[in-house]
């Protein structure tokens, strides 16, 4: 399938529904795919509608002076990239309800207008029984996701080794601190990016930036620069 027209409400609902798991088109950075979808759109999705491909716009014109030097087939269409036919429906939410009502509303024993009789109704039970046991049994997916965070100092004179030790030390249930790196950003002056993988449910990103923020003595800012869906 791929992506079809940008411009119509339908292509650009499919985009925001390949982004809400994904930083960038295809892989793990920028690439001439997420070029030619870029350029494919008149102009920013709007937020409110479209919040993931919004996010991804808005990091992607990051690399617009970068775009010719980004790894991939620069003679690629945009319509090279995106789902399958069976990959993403226009309106994912609405099928997963639909599959939920189904599977709730499965007739697992049949229907019948005569009166049960004793035995009919015993094994109707131990069916009913047996299906509650399975269901109470499927574990629970952990929602997790991998972000990349940018951590802006104040200068070219702060203490990026105490600025980072600070980051580090903020110790949570569900958040697990990896690797990073510091990377000029302009007139000597050097952010550090650290990535991390948090439990969804139990870590609110916002939180934890308004946290990192508090160390004003080194910390001027704080950006999700990537996240993506484990």
């Keep these: 399938m791929g992506f079809t027209d940008l411009q119509a409400d339908a292509g650009l609902t499919v985009l925001d529904n390949w982004l809400q798991t994904r930083s960038y088109i295809t892989g793990y950075s920028a690439s001439q795919a997420d070029v030619a979808v870029f350029k494919a759109l008149a102009a920013a999705p709007d937020a409110a509608k479209y919040p993931n491909a919004a996010r991804w716009y808005k990091h992607i014109a ?8 980004l790894p991939g087939d620069a003679s690629q269409p945009y319509t090279a990239y995106g789902p399958e036919q069976a990959e993403v429906t226009v309106q994912p939410k609405a099928e997963e309800a639909k599959a939920e009502e189904e599977d709730e509303d499965v007739d697992l024993f049949g229907s019948d207008d005569e009166e049960e009789d004793a035995e009919a109704a015993r094994i109707r039970e131990q ?5 509650r046991k399975k269901k109470e049994s499927k574990p629970k997916v952990i929602a997790k996701s991998i972000v990349t965070m940018d951590v802006k100092p104040w200068d070219d004179e702060t203490d990026m080794e105490a600025l980072e030790a600070a ?3 903020i110790e949570k249930d569900g958040l697990v601190w990896g690797a990073s790196k510091l990377v000029p950003v302009g007139f000597g002056i050097k952010k550090l990016q650290i990535n991390l993988v948090v439990e969804d449910e139990k870590i609110s990103l916002d939180e934890l930036s308004e946290e990192i923020i508090g160390f004003d003595e080194w910390v001027q800012s704080v950006d999700i620069a990537a996240m993506q869906k484990l």
């Design 167 to 169: 980051v580090r030390g």
């Design 127 to 131: 069916r009913l029984e047996e299906y």
């Design 62 to 69: 990051s690399y617009e002076s970068e775009f010719s030097t």
